[in-house]
């Protein structure tokens, strides 16, 4: 790699369907200078997350759209190599919205018109001997929804019957783990054989649902007997449909994704919950929520039980990692396919110089 | 009315669409002696209610439905004519779940297999010298959702803009007047300019939408230009889609009803809200309840209010009465083109009757 270009991947085009060959043009620039009150980022790792599939449709939501000529809007983790900030220091980690680049400029607050991201100094991470892209997972944006949506949200309970989707997901697989060490019988829905065993044998799921394979409604009705209590739902469409069907008397569900829908929002009406009278019969909530509402109060918090929980040996994660930013905008479309085998993250830097910035 | 024989209006079939000519078959039979823990009624008036529709499909929802020959359900006002229960005294007027019939039988408990309903003596009601029949209005199962949606459920605020549909009808008419009470604005939406006038002139909303006139979606923009933060949905359907495309963040959707859906309910998927999504991006809550949760625990507190607040001329009501049990099922599909005039009541027995009951 050139370390005096800056490669940034543009959007040119809001795709429709999944992300496509034109979708992002790769743009080489200069690295700029920060001035006073910013600081210069290189980008190590970048997450890749089905909300870049939200942020790239014509339609502002709970962040601004990504617009046409734009850089990329990602997550990533990245280290500080210039500063004229008073907060951020040369040879900081830190983690926020810094997008599909090798380099970004910072103010050290990366969205703050909806009081949506902050940057976060990633030394409580390092200190506790964690990689650092668990920043970019358990320990990040995937794995603290399952916190906030699990307990803040729908108030856990011991006992319950805790259901999720996407539950070998980034989002799914933590938040099974977090209903199961709380004393909930957990049931994961999954496509295909092989995610529906690590949902049991990495993750605990007390029972599984091979959507693929099996059909939702009667999948339920025999793995959910006492219905549900807790729906945990990253997937929307008839999953979530089929869901609303089996929930208990006072029943809450968590709006926190709705990844088979992403496609074709903004383009075209979404497939809504026809089942959704349930609320009223059964007296349930459903209720979403966006995590960074929770990160200045709680991430301590949060933080703090997840370390714990992880060195208990209660929570695993999978990562899979691909080198080279040359391959994002290919690889993402995996999650749309459901082919990814744990948090999608591209490596931008090679190894030395990530060895060499811990 | 020969007083021996006990009209019925007893379930024939499951109707599709509207109530029809072969759903209910009148069965005339002999007035039953109350066994010891009963008590036989005389039913005076008798409420007719969109619910009445969900009960008439072939699904059990938060009540059992309405089995083919059984005696068609609804609330009554029904005066004691002979006891051998302990609590319930020849001449007490009481309200309860007890059908479409002249005379009922009762345990003092209409319907408690899910907890559901209970039977209530109006005493009360008597005694603060309001007509019976707002036991089954405004003091009763339609003014007193429209207490629980607004406080209870969604936590009503002073200067929040409350959204309300149906707002014509029995329990929409009695949310938008809570609301402006509590110093809210109200917009109120309800097909006509008939009921827009009523809306405005008799019920306080500070803005009107008239569903058959306007596209709901640019009304919304218009008349609830700060957006909306409490929407109270009795209508389902396009109208709560529309609704939710414009709530505020932290918005709360009190969902009390769907009388544009019933009419399939059971039958046919409804239609889902496909902007249910904003309740992720607006971190918003939707929620369904069912009124007799809350009657052990704070009927008394609601009665209270809600007849401080009739004194205090703030809460006006209107009912279109019907004389005769034998209108009941020609009447009740005016619920569902929207041609009531006010909570439509079947009046069974005669005037003389009634006044002799009081």
């Known amino acids: 790699m050139n370390k005096t270009v800056n490669r940034q991947f543009l959007l040119a085009t809001y795709p429709t369907?999944?992300?496509?060959?034109?979708?992002?043009?790769l743009h080489e620039g200069s690295i700029k200078k920060p001035r006073r009150?910013?600081?210069?980022?290189?980008?190590?790792?970048?997450?890749?997350d089905p909300a870049a599939r939200l942020w790239t449709t014509p339609v502002d939501t709970y962040m601004d759209r990504v617009h046409i000529g734009d850089v990329?809007?990602?997550?990533?983790?990245?280290?500080?190599?210039?500063?004229?900030?008073?907060k951020f220091k040369v040879g900081d980690l830190v983690q926020g919205l810094n997008g599909w680049q090798d380099?970004?400029?910072?103010?050290?607050?990366?969205?703050?018109?909806?009081?949506?991201?902050?940057?976060?100094?990633?030394?409580?991470?390092?200190?506790?001997?964690?990689?650092?892209?668990?920043?970019l997972s358990v320990l990040g944006h995937t794995g603290l929804p399952a916190y906030v949506g699990l307990l803040n949200i729908a108030q856990i309970e011991r006992?319950?019957?805790?259901?999720?989707?996407?539950?070998?997901?980034?989002?799914?697989s933590i938040a099974g783990q977090i209903a199961k060490l709380?004393?909930?019988?957990?049931?994961?829905?999954?496509?295909?054989?092989?995610?529906?065993?690590t949902l049991r044998e990495s993750f605990g799921y007390d029972a599984v649902i091979d959507y693929k394979k099996e059909n939702l409604d009667r999948a339920l009705?025999?793995?959910?007997?006492?219905?549900?209590?807790?729906?945990?739902?990253?997937?929307?469409?008839?999953?979530?449909?089929a869901a609303l069907a089996?929930?208990?008397?006072?029943?809450?569900?968590?709006?926190?994704?709705?990844?088979?829908?992403?496609?074709?929002?903004?383009?075209?009406?979404?497939?809504?919950?026809?089942?959704?009278?349930?609320?009223l019969t059964m007296r349930a909530r459903m209720e979403g929520f966006i995590l960074s509402d929770y990160y200045i109060k709680e991430r301590k918090k949060m933080e703090s039980d997840m370390l714990r929980w992880i060195k208990q040996g209660k929570i695993t994660y999978h990562h899979e990692i691909v080198k080279g930013l040359e391959n994002a905008p290919k690889i993402i479309n995996k999650l749309f396919q459901g082919k990814n085998k744990g948090k999608l993250i591209i490596q931008i830097a090679d190894d030395e110089e990530i060895a060499n910035s811990l």
Chains 1, 2 share one sequence.
């Open 17 to 25: 369907g999944e992300f496509g060959k034109g979708t992002f043009t």
């Open 37 to 48: 009150g910013e600081f210069l980022l290189r980008n190590l790792f970048l997450s890749l």
């Open 103 to 135: 380099y970004a400029i910072s103010k050290g607050v990366n969205y703050n018109d909806k009081g949506l991201v902050d940057t976060w100094n990633l030394s409580n991470i390092v200190r506790a001997g964690m990689p650092i892209t668990t920043a």
């Open 72 to 86: 990329m809007r990602g997550f990533t983790v990245s280290r500080v190599v210039e500063s004229r900030h008073p």
């Open 221 to 241: 009705t025999r793995k959910c007997p006492e219905g549900i209590d807790i729906y945990f739902d990253n997937v929307g469409g008839e999953t979530l449909d």
């Open 246 to 279: 089996h929930i208990n008397i006072g029943a809450r569900i968590i709006i926190c994704g709705a990844i088979s829908q992403y496609a074709n929002f903004g383009q075209a009406p979404l497939a809504g919950p026809s089942n959704y009278l349930s609320l």
């Open 159 to 172: 006992g319950q019957t805790v259901l999720v989707s996407g539950a070998a997901g980034a989002v799914g």
């Open 182 to 197: 709380m004393g909930c019988r957990t049931v994961g829905i999954a496509g295909g054989p092989k995610k529906c065993r």
